[in-house]
């Protein structure tokens, strides 16, 4: 069945530094990738999402490209901010909208 | 616009006995989700519903987990007899129809501890 695979955590960065999450998936089909993020106390909630090969997410100073040809979509920003911590989940759709799979969840702790 | 609302946010029970959860998605979503979040792992459907149509079962275990969605609007999962293994916290959440925009919206969910 379709996976999804996260770097493990926790990931503890200083303000400002580079962030890479790394995301693979399996799939059999051609899916939708997300990454959804959860801050504390709160619900997960769409970060940003890619539906097709070579297709660049980004949102809130974050980027993921959808990569088929090594089944990845790694999350990346540039200055992480302390208010960027949270648990950070790669997902994927088969069925655009429908059968979500999700990872494990990657817990990120940026200090000042 | 309201969220995803569940109730309740905590519950403790000691196992064989039974709790219920309840979700109300936000308003014009025909599409509901149901998720068990253990500690340290992702999300995992449990039910999807169309309207009030089940979608997806197929990780539902369907010897003590029930769901319902009357009339395609609010949900309950139940849950009975309770287990140790059952301690998790459940995430409903919802989506447009067919869920076109690739969206969920996911409430707080809610906690159960099993002892």
């Known amino acids: 069945g379709d996976s999804v695979t996260q770097m493990e955590g926790p990931v503890t960065l200083s303000e400002e530094a580079f962030l890479t999450i790394n995301c693979t998936y399996t799939a059999t089909g051609y899916p939708s990738l997300f990454w959804y993020v959860q801050y504390p106390g709160e619900g997960l909630q769409l970060l940003l999402k890619a539906t097709k090969a070579d297709d660049k997410g980004s949102n809130k100073g974050f980027e993921a490209t959808y990569r088929k040809e090594t089944t990845s979509f790694h999350l990346e920003k540039g200055s992480v901010q302390v208010s960027d911590s949270a648990v950070y989940f790669c997902?994927?759709?088969?069925?655009?909208?429908?059968?979500?799979?999700f990872g494990p969840g990657t817990r990120l702790s940026v200090l000042p | 616009e309201a969220g995803v609302a569940q109730s309740p946010r905590y519950k403790i029970i000691e196992k064989r006995q039974s709790v219920a959860f309840w979700c109300n998605p936000i308003?014009?979503?025909?599409?509901l989700y149901w998720y068990q979040q253990i500690l340290g792992q992702g999300p995992k459907l449990l039910i999807q519903f169309q309207n009030n149509g089940v979608v997806d079962d197929s990780q539902l275990p369907k010897d003590r987990f029930s769901a319902e969605r009357l009339k395609g609007v609010d949900s309950t999962l139940k849950i009975q007899p309770a287990k140790l293994e059952d301690s998790a916290v459940y995430l409903c959440?919802?989506?447009?129809?067919?869920?076109?925009?690739?969206?969920?919206?996911f409430g707080e969910g809610s906690r159960l501890t099993v002892l």
């Open positions: 959440a919802s989506s447009q129809s067919g869920g076109n925009t690739g969206e969920l919206f």
């Open positions: 308003s014009g979503h025909a599409t």
């Open positions: 997902a994927l759709s088969e069925h655009y909208g429908q059968n979500f799979v």
